[in-house]
Nanobody
């Protein structure tokens, strides 16, 4: 089992920045992919950015250049630096980890961007 805890969300004005953190615990040695997703009210959960099993990064096309994902792969920490935030970035941001058999999700952290 893997547990994920996100932190760093909050309220920010448009144009501001936030840095989200996700810490994995439990059976972390088997984790081979981690990333961030988000879900806005009334919308489906969508990929924000992730590290894949082959160590590549994936970004939602619309977020490239504003969001950056980084990690500490030994400690199974993953971070999301979000710059130039827009009101449409308002959502609950979820951390996801995969071990090749199961996907694990955190409880989410709310990001609210005011105009």
């Amino acid at each position: 089992q893997v547990q994920l805890v996100e932190s760093g969300g909050g309220l920010v004005q448009a144009g501001g920045s936030l840095r989200l953190s996700c810490a994995a615990s439990g059976s972390i040695a088997a984790i081979n992919a981690m990333g961030w997703y988000r879900q806005a009210p009334g919308k489906q959960r969508e990929l924000v950015a992730s590290f894949t099993r082959d160590d590549n990064t994936n970004y939602a096309d619309s977020l490239k250049g504003r969001f950056t994902i980084t990690r500490d792969n030994v400690k199974k920490l993953v971070f999301l630096q979000m710059n130039s935030l827009k009101p449409e970035d308002t959502a609950v941001y979820y951390c996801k980890a995969s071990d090749g058999m199961f996907d694990y999700w955190g409880q989410g952290t709310q990001v609210t961007v005011s105009s």
